[in-house]
């Protein structure tokens, strides 16, 4: 499977290094701000890049994974094309790595599945090395997936969060992942209403795309649906559902689940009356539906009164009975 070269809309030999120091921040200021304004400037100059750096073949089992994830599915049928084209025609480009400090190791910025496939069948992978921050190493990761278009709307939000959750800026994922602050507030939307354990047995949803995930969220604002939603995506049933079809099916789901429990519509209850005596000795309550009556006798007179009221039921329900004849011979 041919694969175009991510370097082509990446120039990250224009990004200025930075000393690490002790305490990282990221906020968006002097340097920040210009490794931002750098990797937002995509596709200007290749050949920069390609001419100051030489691509090297390590051992894939000295690479770490980045540090922030950003798929949600490796066993998909674009990975085993990969997989194919590689072993058939060799690794035609190279992945991007970055030292680890005072260790012999690498850390992967992008071409994890390329690393993953190289370790798998045995061979040694080709990279570029690169010293990068993390800032820089993350914008360049969400760029290079970006540029390949083949990460789904779901794996872009998902990448979005765990960015965030390692501290970074909002303005840094604008960056990474080339979007305005409507779709990132729609992407976390998305993903900060749907469980993670959900996305995850969904998966990357390669053919869903935003509308639908936005239809999904809405269903499961309601917590009942919610619940039900959790309970149904860990069925047996529902595992046995091919990853490509599962989010549709929990989308039906949740969609019949809402109709069904609107159908149910509650029986109306008539507004409760109360009575108190003038000396305050009984209260009464009589709350009612159709077919149902609750009386309440409560205060000092209530055992007594009930007890009285007992006594004489039969003799009080003919006299209702009575007052029924009386008013229909009217």
Excluded: C
């Amino acid at each position: 499977m041919a694969r175009d070269n991510p370097f082509a809309k990446l120039d990250l030999s224009t990004i200025p290094e930075r000393k690490a120091s002790g305490h990282p921040s990221y906020a968006m200021t002097g340097a920040a701000k210009t490794v931002v304004r750098s990797i937002e400037d995509l596709a200007e100059n290749t050949k920069k890049l390609m001419d100051g750096e030489v691509v090297v073949e390590l051992d894939p089992r000295l690479l770490d994974v980045s540090l922030v994830a950003d798929r949600l599915s490796d066993e998909d049928e674009e990975y085993q094309e990969l997989k194919q084209a590689i072993r058939e025609s060799g690794q035609s480009t190279p992945i991007l790595v970055r030292p680890i400090p005072n260790s012999q190791r690498y850390m992967v910025v992008f071409g994890h599945r390329r690393r993953r496939v190289a370790e798998e069948l045995g061979i040694p992978v080709k990279a570029v090395i690169k010293k990068l921050d993390d800032i820089t190493s993350a914008i360049a990761q969400g760029q290079e997936n970006s540029a390949r278009s083949n990460l789904s709307f779901i794996e872009r939000a998902y990448f979005a969060r765990n960015l965030l959750a390692t501290g970074m800026t909002k303005d840094v994922v604008r960056s990474s992942l080339a979007i305005d602050e409507a779709m990132l507030s729609k992407m976390l939307g998305v993903v900060e209403v749907i469980p993670e354990p959900v996305i995850k047995v969904l998966g990357a949803s390669k053919k869903i795309g935003r509308d639908k995930w936005l239809s999904l969220r809405q269903l499961l604002l309601a917590p009942m649906l919610l619940r039900a939603s959790n309970d149904y995506v860990s069925t047996p049933d529902f595992l046995e559902i091919p990853e490509e079809r599962r989010f549709d099916a929990l989308h039906d789901f949740a969609k019949k689940y809402k109709a069904k429990s609107a159908a149910k519509t509650p029986k109306a209850v008539e507004p409760v009356k109360e009575w108190t005596s003038g000396d305050k000795s009984l209260s009464l309550a009589v709350s009612s539906r159709a077919k149902k009556v609750a009386i309440e006798l409560s205060s000092i007179e209530a055992k007594p009164f009930s007890n009285w009221l007992t006594a004489r039921i039969d003799r009080l329900y003919q006299e209702y009975q009575q007052s029924k004849t009386n008013t229909d011979g009217e």
